[in-house]
């Protein structure tokens, strides 16, 4: 199991006193040299300390005013795939938003794109996933976690034997169904598994947009795609709808449409936990018996509550947030083409990836990661910003974040 980097911080906030653990922190920053940028850098980005001759080197780059030479240094080590984008990416795959899990498709997917500089974005929609090439490990199973599992095992290299491969070829979905790590093995037994499949919307926009559905919360849109399984009236009282529920079903629900053909399907009662389920979607001339249409029955669980509820007869979806308050989340940043609407999985994940709101959760998340703690201040929010736009400007390579990133908070 690989464990949480920056372990040295980590022990001082526990062990010291908070006011001494803030002067710890505050004091290198204030007079550190670029060999302490250098070693700054290194642990922050790699999760481990360097050699001394990769100091060297690190502390040489930075001399010369090339710290992004440095980062890069950094970021060349093993540690870098196996330890910090390793325990950026595991929460995301599980419910328990828990660094404890195993390695997965996902992970693995997320490392992989990182490491060949790919448009971030595409992780969310690309038919894609990645395993390794290395010998002696169980081939990719779509009712298993057996070849990621043995890789972190066998301490087999992310870094050098990851390899790109298509999903459709892996996990028997049609490529046009297939949405990135959205469609993984892991999200699916997660996020797919019985419910309603809101959860998958619920995690990808805590994920990926790094907002819960409070945070776009807005009784002011229209409440015709919300199924007939909310109660209009909760405990009796229509206030707690139209004051509460309305808010996030109004915008959910329509976007939550574009999952209507998945399922994650396992034995319950051989296997109740559905370690050996696999993702299933219904391809084009399958009816379910239930719905008599693609559409899962999962989308007519409790159709009695409120039968004039919307019905789900496809996985067409149409994005509300564009209006109202939720339309600073910039939807179509830098992507004039997408519309708001659309059909499947594919184009719906495509129109959250495309959104500054996306971008500019990355750039938090590595933020954290990296300098230790959320922006909390102007400056701070400014460089968000800044770094937002040169993720953007550098084709959504994430390897560009760290390194604007590590820059700002090497220690001055």
């Not at 399907?265 to 399958?286: K, L």
């Not at 249409?293 to 789900?312: A, D, L």
Request: glycine share 6%; with cysteine.
């Amino acid at each position: 199991m690989t464990i949480p980097s920056n372990c040295l911080f980590r022990k001082l906030a526990f062990y010291l006193p908070a006011g001494l653990f803030a002067l710890a922190l505050i004091a290198p920053a204030t007079q550190a040299g670029s060999r302490e940028q250098a070693l700054q850098i290194h642990n922050r980005v790699a999760g481990v300390p360097p050699t001394e001759a990769v100091l060297l080197q690190m502390t040489a780059q930075i001399d010369a005013g090339q710290t992004a030479e440095a980062v890069k240094i950094a970021m060349d080590n093993e540690a870098f795939y196996s330890v910090t984008l390793k325990n950026m990416a595991t929460p995301w795959t599980n419910r328990e938003q828990t660094v404890f899990a195993p390695l997965n498709d996902y992970t693995a997917t997320i490392i992989g794109l990182v490491r060949d500089n790919a448009d971030f974005r595409t992780a969310l929609y690309d038919d894609v996933v990645y395993t390794s090439s290395a010998g002696g490990l169980p081939a990719y199973s779509n009712s298993n976690n057996d070849h990621y599992v043995a890789i972190e095992n066998q301490s087999v290299s992310l870094k050098d034997t990851l390899v790109r491969r298509t999903q459709s070829s892996l996990n028997g979905l049609p490529s046009d169904a297939t949405s990135g790590v959205i469609t993984s093995r892991a999200a699916a037994k997660a996020f797919f598994i019985a419910g309603t499949n809101r959860a998958m919307f619920r995690f990808t926009l805590i994920n990926h947009l790094c907002r819960d559905l409070e945070q776009v919360h807005d009784t002011s849109l229209v409440p015709d795609y919300i199924r007939q399984d909310v109660s209009r009236s909760p405990g009796g009282d229509s206030r707690v709808f139209l004051n509460n529920c309305i808010g996030c079903h109004n915008g959910m629900d329509p976007l939550a449409k574009a999952y209507a053909y998945y399922d994650y399907e396992f034995n319950i009662d051989a296997d109740p936990d559905g370690a050996s389920g696999a993702i299933h979607y219904n391809t084009e001339g399958t009816l379910d018996p239930d719905t008599n249409s693609r559409v899962e029955k999962k989308y007519r669980i409790n159709s009695s509550t409120f039968k004039p509820g919307y019905v789900t007869t496809n996985d067409d979806w149409t994005n509300y947030w564009r209006q109202g308050q939720n339309s600073h989340l910039g939807w179509a940043w830098n992507s004039p083409a997408l519309t708001g609407s659309g059909s499947g999985a594919k184009t719906m994940n495509m129109e959250l990836a495309h959104s500054k709101a996306f971008a500019s959760c990355q750039v938090e998340k590595v933020f954290q990661n990296v300098c230790l703690r959320k922006p909390g201040d102007a400056a701070d929010r400014a460089k968000v910003e800044e770094f937002t736009q040169n993720f953007a400007t550098h084709n959504y390579q994430l390897k560009q974040v760290f390194i604007d990133t590590a820059n700002y908070c090497k220690g001055q």
